[in-house]
């Protein structure tokens, strides 16, 4: 009986890799520099190597790895076609059906990374206890990775979850990285905290300890907690559109969790403070008794979630 999995999350600058018992036990883990030159077309078998060189050095044979699970960014298949990972290069690639061949037909399971992050932190992290959950990544952009009865929700071509281009604001004049206007993303992320931030320092001639540092969405929710009025301002800004969002989810999917990650989220549960009030004057009544927890995981997420993919 195998007693090994690999866990594999593949990020724009590194891939981070995990190696496994079966009960969720990480044993090791390391990272090598995603290389994605010539569309990424070294990326599976720099993987591979690393994959078959863990095994050389931890003296484990092929018969003894139940497989290796892996996550990237973009929509993914269940059947493993990545379609248009823009930041590795890949227009369209069976990385399950690549990384198997690379690995000498050893099983491989795949997954977008944000939903195989979701399923990480049900697994072993913030969301422990629930197979109902969405996981909701609050950095650069806003990532969502959505559970029902402990399975990955996928969609017809491997993009659903991607609740960070939701639409919260019809009067917006900036356009979201995606090529829309007035998405979540552009309000709940760490680029959308401080795109609010700056706007209200310019619409606004309060004092503010904001004018006196880099506006960032840490300084943001760091001037929160010293009860920074105008910072409070943008808070419920960003807590108006989030909890608006999050309910229109809430409606659909009923969770038993959120479970709220990304850099954002080490401003910890005051979060929750502002989100609350709009979900719950959205959300619809019979999915309002939510619970909102904080991610535990951090960036062992995606590998964690990965490994789970192969039990």
Known sequence: MANYIFGVDVGGTSVKMGLFDTEGNVLDKWEIPTRTENHGEKILPDIAASIQEKMAQKSIAKEDVAGVGIGAPGPVEKSGIVHKAVNLGW????????????????????????????????????????????????????????????????????????????????????????????????????TGITRLANRALKASDKDSVLRKGEVSAKAVFDAVKEGDELAIEVAKQFGEYLGKGLGVIAGIINPEIFVIGGGVSKAGEVLFDYIRPSFERTAFHGSQNVIFALATLGNDAGIYGAARLLL
Do not use: P
């Open 91 to 190: 227009e369209e690639m069976n990385m399950k059906e690549e990384l198997t061949r690379l690995l000498g037909g050893m099983r491989v399971e795949g997954g977008n990374d944000a939903n195989v992050a979701a399923l990480g932190e049900m697994w072993k992290g913030g969301g422990q206890g629930h197979k109902n959950l969405v996981a909701v990544t609050l950095g650069t952009g806003v990532g969502g990775g959505i559970i029902i009865n402990g399975e990955i929700m996928t969609g017809s071509t491997g993009a659903g979850g991607e609740i960070g281009h939701i639409h919260v604001e019809d009067n917006e004049t900036e356009a979201c990285g995606c090529g829309n206007f007035g998405c979540l993303e552009e309000y709940a992320s760490a």
